[in-house]
Structure formats: C-alpha cells, structure tokens
T-cell receptor, first 111, second 116 residues
Framework: SQQGEEDPQALSIQEGENATMNCSYK?????LQWYRQNSGRGLVHLIL?????REKHSGRLRVTLDTSKKSSSLLITASRAADTASYFC???????????FGTGTRLQVFP | GAVVSQHPSRVICKSGTSVKIECRSL??????MFWYRQFPKQSLMLMAT?????????EQGVEKDKFLINHASLTLSTLTVTSAHPEDSSFYIC????????????FGPGTRLLVL
C-alpha cells in the first residue's frame, strides 16, 4: 500500500498546550497537504507545502517537510477545544493529481 | 472559497438496490473529481478519479462495474453503488479540483451509506 502513516494515532492534551503530529510517506512527491476532519464530516484543507519547501506557517499551524526522510510534521500551537478533530496528511505523488492519505491522528483537546 | 456539496448526506437502502450519490462543485468548474470511501475511524481510501467527459480511472481493487462513476459536466459527478451489499456500508466522500485552484482538493461533506 502507498498509504502514509501518522503518529501518534491518538493524542490527548489540555487547552493551551501544543500538539505535534508526524507523517511519513513512501513515494516521491510534488507536495504534501494537511487536512482536518471533524467527526462524520468532510475534510477541510489546512495547509499545503511543496517538495522544495522545508517549513510553512499559517496562523497557529506550523508544518515542516523533510523529503530526505520522507516525513512531515504538523504543529498546532496554543491548542483550543475546538481543535478537537482528526488530522490527516496527504501526499501528491509525482506526475499525478491524486492524493494518498495517511492513517490520521485523532486529537482531543480538553478544556 | 470553493464549495463542494454532496447529496444525499445519508442514505439507508436494502441489500441488492442501487444508490446514486451526487457531488457538485457550487462555485467553480471542477475539471477533476475524486471519490473516496472511509470506514469508521480509518483513513480515506481513493476509489477513482474522474475527469469531465472521460471515463473514470479506478484504483486497484475497486470494481468499476460495482461503483459506476459519471462526470458529465464541470460541476457534477455521480457515484452509483450498484447492487449494494452490507459490506458497501461506508462514508463516501468526493473532492474536486479545478482551474486556478492549484493542487488543493476541496471536499464535500460526505454521504453515509447504510445497506441493510
């Protein structure tokens, strides 16, 4: 399977703490994207990082990409209860426009 | 933003019947649409990629005669689950990309299918 893996599978933290999720993938990529999914809902695009970028920020989100290790991380700073959701990384393999999703991290933020 | 809708949001059907799920891009022209399925507490698995006016490309292991995909216009793709069985019960999600939208896929809210 080409599917990437994320760790941890589940993460529980208190409001105000930072949450870090890691993603590893298998193929060479054009870009890597992070998505968020609330329970039973569709996905919301959070951030895209291209293969020639190493770090990207968007608000409280910080994404890193290490193509030599085929890995990425998503950091959510100063977490809020509303950040509770599942987070998925998705890679765009070379020469295709499809996405391969990771296994996901279920984040629970307690107030 | 880019809005993608799905209809219905939830459907219950009897085994052996066929179910059609619609995916619409509301404010942009979707040159490509993707169909995924997601089992509880699992990730999304890509089923097929459909480009407007051409046949869908199915992922390995996905039966094209079982999951019929039609992308007849730049704003609508349909997935028909034919002769549904209980094991087809799942969450089906579509996404779309279009000109000027880059590599980002915009997802619909999903359709929960329960086959009795």
């Amino acid at each position: 399977s080409q599917q990437g893996e994320e760790d941890p599978q589940a993460l529980s933290i208190q409001e105000g703490e930072n949450a870090t999720m890691n993603c590893s993938y298998k193929t060479s990529i054009n870009n890597l994207q992070w998505y968020r999914q609330n329970s039973g809902r569709g996905l919301v695009h959070l951030i895209l990082i291209r293969s020639n970028e190493r770090e990207k920020h968007s608000g409280r989100l910080r994404v890193t990409l290490d193509t030599s290790k085929k890995s990425s991380s998503l950091l959510i700073t100063a977490s809020r209860a509303a950040d509770t959701a599942s987070y998925f990384c998705a890679t765009g393999p070379d020469n295709t426009d499809k996405l391969i999703f990771g296994t996901g991290t279920r984040l629970q933020v307690f107030p | 933003g880019a809005v993608v809708s799905q209809h219905p949001s939830r459907v219950i059907c009897k085994s052996g019947t066929s179910v059609k799920i619609e995916c619409r891009s509301l404010d942009f022209q979707a040159t490509t649409m993707f169909w995924y399925r997601q089992f509880p507490k699992q990730s999304l698995m890509l089923m097929a990629t459909s480009n407007e006016g051409s046949k869908a490309t199915y992922e390995q292991g996905v039966e094209k005669d079982k999951f019929l995909i039609n992308h007849a216009s730049l704003t609508l793709s349909t997935l028909t689950v034919t002769s549904a069985h209980p094991e087809d019960s799942s969450f089906y999600i579509c996404s779309a990309t279009g000109e000027g939208r880059g590599e980002t896929q915009y997802f619909g809210p999903g359709t929960r299918l329960l086959v009795l």
